[in-house]
């Protein structure tokens, strides 16, 4: 378990924990809604593998650290659980009763890998901690009511139908966060703004957002669609997956490792981590300039498709890991785009972005900006709008 604690903060009422559970891990942050403050924050990994063999125990940890850190746990006013999937049910943080976890339990078929822990890390909180309410907040939620033209897959649509088979996008508590700091940054109302947020993580998603409301997405029925990622390829011609099967004889369980843990930055030069992927490239690695130069490629082709299907843009911002320490990617993956208004600025591009800050040249058309995306401090704010606590 590796964590940071500051005790100063332990004694006050109203902290929302948020659990984010993978499926080998549980994420965990104690904090105050109002501010932002962290009083503790960590993560236990290998869960299965370990002497912590289930989410329940994990989170037992997690308590004990809380003891030993001198936090009483009647602070917590409310827990907020990131949930991957909300499929055509959730479109809102919803208060998790019985009937709640019934129906993220059902759609485990959808996210195989993530609901499952979900729902474990929320029984095993409901259970440590009776009587305090427990929050959901679905990945997919934000992208709710794409368009039925950006949400549907050209194929037989009773099989759409019947199996629930449409893009859903993830990551959208990030993108919905990132996008109200943006109107706020250009102090306009968030209703009027036309943006496009660019998530650029471990995991990658763009997403194209008209006066507050996602319209298109990236990531579609799995986070496995969209933009070239860390260890997964983004988009492919699906008749790929096929080939792989026929033609090389590949099971699913074989193409779904290829493609979520062996492809990407990853698939290409061997690191999945942007920082290596840089120093290899100035080294002057040929294979970590092709990963580079394809990630770049498709992050262009996603920004063409969003200002087309926006028509007015007025801004684009970059977040998450790469997106907010890379000043690299950001030039690149605007340059040359300055008769649509969009240029970068080199000296405001050159560091990381701890706080939201412009990029783009003052009288610029479109405000490029760097902002510092906070799911956890979204989380924790829907927890308490929707808990008692
Ligand atoms: P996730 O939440 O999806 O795991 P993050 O948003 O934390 O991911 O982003 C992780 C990515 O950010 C990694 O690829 C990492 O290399 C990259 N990153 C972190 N810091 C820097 C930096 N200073 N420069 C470039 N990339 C960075």
Known sequence: MTGTTDTTAGSRGGAVLVLNSGSSSLKYQLLYPDTGEVVVSGIIERIGETDVPDHGTALRRVFDEFASAGIDLSSIAAVGHRVVHGGRTFHEPTLIDDDVLAEIRRLS??????????????????????????????????FFHLPDAAATYAIDSAVAEQHALRRYGFHGTSHRYVSERVAEFLGRPYSEVNQI???????????????????????GLTPLEGLVMGTRSGDIDPGLVLHLNRALGMGVDEIDDLLNRRSGLRG????????SVRGLIDA?????????????HRLRRYIGAYLVELGRV????????????????????????????????????AGRAAVPTRISPDGAEVAVLAVPTNEELAIARDTIALSGG
Do not use: K, W
């Open 109 to 142: 078929s959808l996210a195989p890998l993530h609901n499952p822990a979900n729902v474990a890390g929320i029984e095993v909180a409901r259970e440590l901690l009776p009587g305090v309410d427990q929050v959901a907040v679905f990945d997919t939620a934000f």
């Open 197 to 219: 947020v660019l998530h650029l993580g471990n995991g990658a998603s763009a997403s194209a957002i008209r006066g507050g409301r996602a319209i298109d997405t990236s990531m």
């Open 268 to 275: 290409l030069c061997g690191e999945n981590d942007f920082r």
């Open 284 to 296: 002057g690695d040929a294979a970590a300039r092709l990963a580079y130069d394809v990630y770049v």
């Open 314 to 349: 007025d801004a684009i911002t970059f977040t998450a890991g790469v997106g907010e320490n890379d000043p690299g990617i950001r030039a690149d993956a605007l340059a040359g785009l300055e008769r649509f208004g969009i240029a970068v600025d080199p000296e405001r591009n």
